[in-house]
Structure formats: structure tokens, C-alpha cells
């Protein structure tokens, strides 16, 4: 094992998170039900994040965005993580926050929040560049 001499803590790995099965086997269905059965979930609400986004409707897309960042950080937290240090991509379970974080961005650049936009940028580019490359 090799230890990091300038002192990163170890990636976040969050646990599996249901409702991204839920989610795949949903296909085009009613996001909302996913949302609702699993409230906890980042993954749902990104995908309810994106698809308002991709119906012209930002300030939804924001408000749902926002609430699985919340729900994500809540995670991160839970799974040890102390308000920086990598979280990776490559864990599947991670994604859901990742995509609602970069959501957020999204949206905020979107309703002219600028600041929160590059504050969601950086925030994505700290937790794994690849995220931020893969979201693009």
C-alpha cells in the first residue's frame, strides 16, 4: 500500500445506492417515483435535475440538483469524508452525487449564479477531474 507523504485523505467510496437500479430499470418513466421511494438518493434527484434541465426548465433543474447535492454531502460525510479529498468517479456509487453536483453547476451558470456555478466547477475538478471531463 502506498500512503500519500503530503497528507490527501483516502477517497470517499459512498455505498450502493438503490434507486440507481431503480433508475436504469425505469427507463423513461416517472422519475418523481424513484425521488420519492428513495429521498436519500443523489442519483434520483440528478436524474430528475437533468431531465428538467433538458425540458427548458432551469429553475427546476436547480432545485432538484440542489437537494441531491445536499443528500450527497450528507453521505460523503457519513462515509467519512471531512469537507475535501478525492471522490473518485471510477465508484459507480459516487456518480450520483458527482452528477448532481455538476447539475448544480450547470443550472446556476444557467439562472446567471455565477458564483455558484464556479464554486460547483472547481468542487467537481477537486473531487476527480475525470468527473469533470465525463460530465462535459
Not at 13 to 41: K, Y
Not at 105 to 123: L, V, Y
Request: hydrophobic share 45%; charged share 20%; aromatic share 8%.
Amino acid at each position: 500500500m502506498t500512503h500519500n507523504l503530503l497528507g490527501e485523505p483516502a477517497p470517499t467510496l459512498l455505498p450502493v445506492d438503490p434507486a440507481t437500479a431503480a433508475l436504469e430499470s425505469l427507463g423513461d418513466g416517472d422519475l418523481s417515483s424513484v425521488a420519492a421511494r428513495f429521498p436519500s438518493s443523489s442519483a434520483a434527484w440528478g436524474a430528475l435535475a437533468d431531465r428538467a434541465f433538458a425540458a427548458g426548465d432551469p429553475v427546476a433543474s436547480y432545485a432538484y440538483a440542489r437537494t441531491g447535492y445536499h443528500r450527497g454531502l450528507d453521505q460523503l460525510r457519513r462515509s467519512g469524508w471531512k469537507g475535501f479529498g478525492p471522490v473518485p468517479w471510477s465508484h459507480e456509487p459516487n456518480r450520483g452525487f458527482l452528477r448532481a453536483l455538476h447539475a448544480l453547476g450547470r443550472a446556476a451558470a444557467t439562472i446567471n449564479e455565477a458564483d455558484e456555478a464556479a464554486r460547483c466547477a472547481q468542487f467537481l475538478k477537486d473531487s476527480d477531474p475525470v468527473a469533470a471531463d465525463a460530465l462535459r
